[in-house]
């Protein structure tokens, strides 16, 4: 693994807890995520949006999955989590 991409794992496994510690009502979290990343939420769709494509990226080249396969994946448990919830 390269120095960048385990520094972009690293990345997104601690803006993951940090999203996690805020959905367990950490407010110290969530005043730090509405701080420094909702500009607008234009701004926060995009960064969201380039996160989530270099992480499906990264995850694809660590378990030789194709990318693909991996939004696949993500939109399978969302999906499977909103039939839950209705």
Known sequence: MTP???????AARD????VD???DGNNAAAQFIVS?????AGVLLRELLSI????????????ETDP??????LRDAVAAT???IK
């Not at 960048?4 to 690293?10: F, G, H, P």
């Not at 803006?15 to 940090?18: D, F, G, K, P, V």
Request: net charge negative; no cysteine; hydrophobic share 40%.
């Open 82 to 84: 909103e039939g839950e």
């Open 52 to 63: 989530t494509e270099v992480f499906a990226r990264r995850i694809g080249e660590l378990t």
């Open 68 to 73: 693909h396969e991996i939004t696949r994946q």
């Open 15 to 18: 803006a993951l807890a940090l």
């Open 21 to 23: 510690a805020a959905l």
């Open 4 to 10: 960048e991409a385990a520094e972009e794992i690293d």
């Open 36 to 40: 420094n990343y909702t500009d607008s």
